[in-house]
Every structure is written in structure tokens, then in C-alpha cells.
């Protein structure tokens, strides 16, 4: 029971770290998120001095190709809507400088949808995967940790009891 309950407290350790991580580009990520929402083009560099902005780092880093032109990056920002959880699919320009919203995927069933038919559902209010979120989740995976091992330091607490 405690060989199990010490691989859950490294585990959690590792998932904060990785939360943390994401800490530091938060600020890029809302940008995303906003300029997304706002319909807006996305500048991720300058392709004449062939240098990348953070944004364009970051959409580097997340970019998954879906055909020549096309790309999204579901596991950056999603958006819930009546279609589901939804991530963007932009056309690329400029050879990744630059990124418009083309339409959105549903992030499960790979499912396509016009921009027309969803960009009014694509607000913050119905943002997932926001390190905010992904913050309350880890405390409170951290919370249910906690009462886990008390409970079984209780119930070992009472065996020995017991068995004496």
C-alpha cells in the first residue's frame, strides 16, 4: 500500500512539474487563445529576417500537420462547443510566420466544421486545458492524495490494533 502511495506522490510530483512548465508560457498561450477567439491572423515571426516570435515557438513546438497547408495544435487550446471539444485547423502562410483560422476539428472524432458554424462558441468562457484549470486539477488530485494516505495509515493503524 505505501509502495503504491509513494509512486502516486512521484507521479503528482511530475505532473506539477509539468504544469509549472507550462507557467512560463502562459502569457503566449492566452495570446493564442485570444487571437483565436478575436478570428484574428496569427504574426508568429518575420519571415524576412527568418527569426520566430515565442508565439511562433510555441506553435512550433505544438504543431501536428493535418495536410499541406493545413495544420492545428489540439493539445495547446481547445474550446468547448455543441460540436464538442473543438481545436482550430489554420492555414499555414509564409511557411509558419503566419496562421489563419480555416475551420474547427473536434478533438475526439476528428469530425471538421466551418469557421462560420463555430467561431461564436469559441470564446474564454469556454476554454479547456487552461493552465488555470490544469492547476485546481493537480491541488486537487493532491488534496485526494493526502486523504488516501491517511486513511490507509488509519486502516494499518487499526489492523495492528486488531492483530495485537
Known amino acids: 500500500m505505501m509502495d503504491k502511495a509513494n509512486e502516486a ?5 511530475k505532473i506539477n512539474a509539468f504544469v509549472s512548465s507550462f507557467r512560463l508560457f502562459a502569457p503566449t498561450i492566452e495570446e493564442y487563445a485570444n487571437q483565436v477567439e478575436a478570428d484574428k491572423t496569427i504574426e508568429a515571426g518575420n519571415s524576412f529576417r527568418g527569426i ?3 508565439i ?3 506553435l512550433e513546438t505544438f504543431k501536428k500537420l493535418i495536410k499541406e497547408g493545413l495544420c492545428w495544435f489540439p493539445k495547446l487550446m481547445r474550446w468547448k462547443t455543441s460540436k464538442g471539444e473543438v481545436a482550430p485547423v489554420f492555414i499555414e502562410k509564409s511557411n509558419g510566420y503566419s496562421y489563419s483560422v480555416y475551420g474547427y476539428m473536434n478533438v475526439e472524432t ?3 466544421y466551418s469557421k462560420e458554424t463555430i467561431q461564436w462558441q469559441v470564446n474564454a468562457g469556454n476554454r479547456t486545458g487552461t493552465v488555470e484549470r490544469m492547476d485546481v486539477n493537480v491541488e486537487a488530485m493532491a ?3 493526502q486523504e488516501i494516505l491517511r486513511i490507509g495509515e488509519e486502516q494499518k493503524r487499526l489492523w495492528d490494533v486488531y492483530n495485537k
Open 9 to 13: 506522490v512521484e507521479m503528482l510530483d
Open 56 to 58: 511562433g515557438k510555441l
Open 110 to 112: 476528428r469530425e471538421y
Open 52 to 54: 520566430l516570435y515565442e
Open 143 to 145: 488534496r485526494d492524495l
